[in-house]
């Protein structure tokens, strides 16, 4: 144990050392004397013969020592207690810090877990996800014909497994209560596909298949553990699912999930190539890669498919075509612009944090050449006070990153409350400060030490020995090029708090317009529920459409109700239902090469309950039943591209939708927002759903007074008719809206909250900037007071320096906003990038903002005395 | 960290010459520097204080050793020893400077082929 020898002897010899050397320095003055020399003669020269003293010593000592380690400890108690010393600077420096490093690790906690992080199945990479494309619609990602779908499943050859969902409300029941959940239809090769075995039970066989036998069922780890209390006895047991009954054969993971589909059951997708199924597009088709086969190459494949599928049946899938994609990119979609902005942004405000804190050491440096100085000669390397600074440095960073990961804890928190629960992420994997996060926090903060700890380090620690220990004032000289320094990072922190108070901006403005559009309906006191009929009791399309009659006309009794209606897609819920149409008095078009438009199916009281005008002719009545001529309404949009100038009124269409007899058209609407409120009305056909019945419906009521509180009393009108009858998403139409504008709002929050915080340190730094200026110029200004210059003289002074600085800025920041417009152009609606008004206001608002940080240093430069002044010198 | 002999000397040397000097008779810090400074006839121009890392060094690899003892002066001082390790280190350092003396010869010796 040599080392501990070592350790524990080293105090001796250090005193051994330090007398040692004191010995050889007196032997030699002595000598000297002896040899005719006066004795102060003799130590100068005994002493320049030596070397440094201090040093020499440091470096013996240093032998000893576990070099760098050693001295890093030293610095960092040295560090330590100076930073102690100093508790208004620690503080607004770690603040800031904290802010920027916390700002980060939470913004970054969301973008890893949604964006960078692997879809959570094995060999995640090879995942994709098959659209069919069309050039006509402009939609490379449309659903998929099952029959398509079975062509390319039996013809693509890029592809391990090949599997087709359908996702659909379900309707669940055991010992008698109805439950609506979120379901999946799914052909065998899904769980293949994905790679996930089962928590229990067994995944779904191809003899599950077979129509008429598909009577099994999946349960999500969710449903099993809430709806069925854990039950391990559950496999092989029957529930009711859309009433019939079905024999449970599994439960998934904890956990498990399709991307944007949270389903909480699985059931099969029995598929043949029977005529029913030439009619429509509705498949979301998910597929696993060979291994080697790149996303290309399956494109290549796809292509080749797809051509095949336009021979076989040209009248359908003319202009069709196929894409494929990855399945992260796929579902991420979207969400991935707007995540990577709000990442920018974060990291812009750590780069203005870091300016602002290197501004804090320079001014701090400033007060201690003398320190450096003193140090230096004492035989300190300037490698040696880097060294010092760096780790004074890398300790702020640190202490920054703890208070930060605080603040990123709990900024997760509110962050993750501005997204509601009905429309939520793409992914539902947790999100959280985890390992990765945590990992992302240390660089980030390790980074920061060295942008913020670097220039200032080499700054401060180039001093002049000379002139430094001489002038013996604090202010000494050898930092006169400091300021020009710090008015860099000040225009730099400026130029992009403007470039974030821009993007803010932008976005407030654009979400103001979003939110002001009027989407062609009143959204006030209007409440909305979810039916779903079970096929299996309502299958008679006559008995179907009584059954929702009955339901619409015991709502309309409920005293309070001013009117009730059905749609079978509410709006801004992003669905839309397209079929083709041709007028009937021409010869019908193929599928593919008719003219395409929305439809919905709807009861006669919807248009009176979203308070949608009709504009010429009539609404949907009474008499217009399952037995009576078929009748439709169409909207002004519908109108206007394909019968401009014509009386629609009495024509004759045919809806692909409906094939058996034409539809005569009665009534034209006014056109009113559907998928989206930013999306601008599309042709729509309205039918009526006693003529043509859907299996499910989206019920809007018309409430006289507060919607909320009509729900009991609705949802019991409906259990009047059917006891049995699931409801499910009872909304208000405001919270409809609500959610559907939350992405949007949710970055404009954000942007606006970091711009705030940009702006904020921004200002600090120019604070900081003319207040150390005006302190430095206490005596130019105490001689040009004496000289006669006015207090208004001084102010302009100072707020001048200000603007220079602001000016400057935002003269760079209109250049970088107009670089940076591009990446804001898709996330913004009726608003460009290069908004004059938008620019102007933040410009002038920057400028104003400055001159008020320069107010207090003016207001102090205002009443500096001449006489104190230049006796201060 | 700073090795202030590198300026004139290749690393090493001086703990070779310290040595070397050492390997006659045990010596004390400030005879050592004067010996060495005579013996090279002045010509290694080196600050006495460096003398004292390189002790330092050669303490901790246990090649020579310390002991308080008094001088011929009379004066209190801590005399230097070569120890056996520092014998054995010595003639594997010398043998390989000379080699490397050799080599570095040849190279500038003029005309040879």
């Keep these: 144990m040599n080392w501990l020898k070592q350790l524990f002897s080293r105090r001796q010899r250090y005193s051994d050392l330090s007398e040692e050397i004191r010995e050889h320095l007196e032997e030699k003055v002595v000598e000297l004397v002896a040899s005719g020399m006066s004795r102060e003669e003799a130590i100068s020269l005994a002493r320049r013969e030596f070397g440094n003293v201090a040093l020499v010593e440091e470096d013996s000592r240093s032998v000893w020592r576990w070099h760098s380690i050693e001295s890093i ?76 779908f079975l062509d390319w499943r039996d013809h693509a050859q890029s592809f391990e497994s090949m599997a087709a969902i359908s996702s659909l409300t379900t309707n669940l029941s055991r010992n008698g209560q109805p439950i609506a959940v979120q379901g999946m239809q799914v052909t065998t090769e899904f769980f293949s596909v994905l790679r996930v075995p089962p928590f229990l039970g067994r995944t779904f066989s191809s003899s599950d298949e077979i129509a008429g036998q598909d009577h099994s069922v999946i349960l999500s780890y969710k449903l099993w553990q809430h709806q069925f209390g854990e039950d391990r006895t559950i496999i092989g047991q029957e529930i009711e699912v ?146 010092q600074l760096f780790v004074e440095s890398l300790l702020l960073s640190a202490t920054g990153m703890l208070v930060g990961l605080l603040f990123a804890n709990l900024g997760l928190r509110g962050l993750l409350a501005l997204i509601p629960q009905s429309a939520p992420l793409p992914r539902s994997e947790p999100i959280s400060i985890d390992g990765r996060v945590l990992l992302f926090t240390f660089l980030a903060s390790l980074l920061t030490a060295v942008l913020f700890g670097l220039v200032p380090a080499l700054r401060i620690s180039r001093v002049d020995l000379q002139n430094a220990l001489k002038q013996g004032t604090l202010r000494g000289g050898g930092v006169g090029g400091h300021q020009t320094l710090r008015r860099c990072f000040v225009v730099a922190e400026v130029f992009l708090a403007l470039l974030l108070s821009v993007g803010a901006g932008l976005m407030l403005r654009s979400f103001g317009r979003l939110i002001a559009v009027d989407p062609g309906f009143n959204r006030e006191h209007l409440l ?105 309404i169409v909207n002004h949009a519908f109108v206007n591209r394909y019968f401009p100038g014509q009386n629609i009124l009495g024509k004759q269409l045919q809806v692909c939708w409906n094939f058996k007899e034409p539809v005569e058209v009665v009534g034209v609407v006014a056109d009113a927002r559907q998928a989206h409120v930013e999306d601008a009305p599309e042709p729509t056909i309205f039918l009526s759903n006693s003529q043509a019945p859907m299996y499910f419906a989206t019920i809007v009521v018309r409430a006289a007074g507060d919607p909320d509180q009509m729900a009991r009393s609705v949802e019991a009108a409906i259990h009047y008719v059917d006891p049995d009858q699931a409801v499910s998403d009872i909304k208000t139409m405001e919270a409809v809206f609500s959610d559907s504008v939350s992405s949007p709002r949710f970055q404009a929050i954000l942007l606006l909250v970091f711009a705030g915080l940009a702006v904020t340190l921004a200002m600090i730094g120019v604070y900081g900037v003319v207040s150390y200026s005006v302190s430095e110029r206490t005596n130019e200004i105490g001689i040009r007071v004496a000289l006669g210059a006015a207090s208004r003289d001084v102010v302009r002074l100072v707020l001048q320096e200000a603007l220079i600085l602001a000016g400057i800025a935002v003269c760079l920041g209109l250049v970088g906003s107009l670089a940076l417009s591009r990446v804001l152009q898709t996330l913004l609606f009726e608003v460009t990038p290069t908004d004059p008004a938008t620019l102007a206001s933040v410009c002038c608002a920057i400028l104003a903002v400055s001159a008020l940080a320069a107010i207090l240093p003016a207001r102090r430069a205002m009443r500096v005395d001449p006489i104190v002044a230049l006796r201060y010198e | 960290m700073k090795k202030p002999v590198q300026r004139d000397l290749f690393p090493g040397a001086l703990e070779m010459m310290i040595l070397r000097t050492l390997k006659r008779q045990p010596l004390h810090g400030y005879a050592l520097v004067q ?79």
């Design chain 1, 528 to 632: 909305t529920m979810h039916i779903w009929t079970a096929p299996s009791r309502y299958a008679d399309d006559l008995k179907r459409s009584q059954y929702f009659d009955h339901i619409l006309s015991e709502i309309q009794n409920i005293p309070g109700v001013q009117s009730a209606g059905s749609t079978h897609f509410l709006p801004l819920t992003d669905r839309v239902s397209g079929s083709c149409f041709s007028p009937a008095d021409q010869p019908a078009p193929t599928p593919a090469e008719s003219p395409t438009s929305q439809f919905l199916i709807i009861s006669a009281g919807y248009f009176p309950a979203m308070g949608t005008p009709i504009q010429t002719g009539r609404n949907f009545e009474d008499h217009d039943n399952f037995n009576s001529p078929r009748v439709a």
């Design chain 1, 73 to 148: 400890v030293a610095d960092i108690r040295y560090a330590f207690r100076s930073l102690c010393k100093s508790p208004g600077f620690t503080t607004v420096a770690v603040l800031t810090l904290a802010l920027g490093i916390g700002t980060n690790s939470a913004i970054f906690s969301v973008v890893d877990a949604i964006l960078l992080r692997p879809l959570p199945y094995p060999e995640p990479d090879r995942l994709v996800r098959v659209w069919e494309s069309s050039i006509k619609y402009e939609s490379p990602r449309n659903v998929v014909n099952p029959i398509n």
């Design chain 2, 35 to 113: 010996h060495i400074k005579r013996t090279s006839d002045d010509l290694l121009q080196i600050e006495e204080g460096s003398l004292y890392p390189a002790l330092q060094r050669l303490l901790k690899e246990e090649l020579v050793k310390a002991e308080w003892g008094v001088s011929a002066t009379n004066r209190r001082v801590r005399i230097y020893k070569l120890t056996a390790k520092g014998t054995k280190h010595l003639e594997r350092e010398v043998s390989s400077f000379e080699k490397m003396l050799e080599g570095i010869t040849r190279v500038l010796s003029p005309g040879e082929s």
């Design chain 1, 242 to 387: 859309d009433g019939l009954p079905c024999e449970v054969i599994g439960v998934m993971p904890e956990g498990f999930s399709f991307p944007k589909i949270n389903a909480e059951v699985w059931t099969p997708l029995p598929l043949a190539r029977t005529e029913e199924w030439e009619g429509g597009r509705f498949l979301v088709v998910a597929a696993r890669l060979k291994p080697g086969v790149s996303i290309d190459q399956a494109q290549q494949d796809m292509l080749r498919v797809a051509d095949f599928t336009v021979q076989a049946r040209p009248d359908y899938n003319k202009n069709w075509s196929a894409n494929v994609f990855p399945m992260l990119e796929d579902a991420t979609r979207g969400v991935s612009c707007p995540l990577w902005v709000l990442l920018a942004s974060v990291g812009f405000l750590l780069l203005i944090a870091c300016a602002n804190v290197a501004n804090l050491l320079l001014i701090r440096g400033t007060g201690r050449v003398r320190e450096m100085a003193v140090r230096s000669a004492l035989g300190a390397a300037r490698s040696r006070i880097i060294q």
